[in-house]
């Protein structure tokens, strides 16, 4: 099945297909680790394998259109109706909010911790809520 692409106007007239694949990897700003393009169960390599950071540079997935440029720290994990597990990021820059899907060579350990994290650190005092009997 061909895919259809919207066209976008750039800066200079000229126009860009939307959702175009990078085929070059990158090098983390976060943990300093090479992140393959290449990345089993997403068409947009956008955060780190290991570390699970990122760099606001969509506005959609793979336009690389954000001029913001800075860090997003994934903040949680949400699972999606149909089961999928995808990223929850928030940028230190913009404090822009964005969800990603993640990838298959994403670390396990850092999704399960970040989506531990709410148990573990809740967002409200545990001593404050009425006891059972």
Known sequence: ????????PD???RERSRNRR????????????????EAPGTGHRNHCPRCLWSV???????????PCGGGMEPIAVWVRPGGEWA?????????????NRIAGD??????????????AKPPFPLERLPRRR
């Open 1 to 8: 099945m061909s895919r259809t692409y919207r066209r976008l």
């Open 11 to 13: 800066d200079f007239g």
């Open 22 to 37: 990078t085929e070059e990897g990158f090098l983390c700003r976060r943990c300093h680790e090479f992140a393959d393009a």
């Open 56 to 66: 606001h540079v969509d506005e959609r997935p793979g336009d690389r259109a954000s």
């Open 87 to 99: 990223l929850v990021h928030r940028c230190g820059t913009c404090h822009g909010v964005r969800v």
């Open 106 to 119: 994403d670390s396990e350990a850092v999704l399960l911790s970040l989506a531990a994290r709410p148990m």
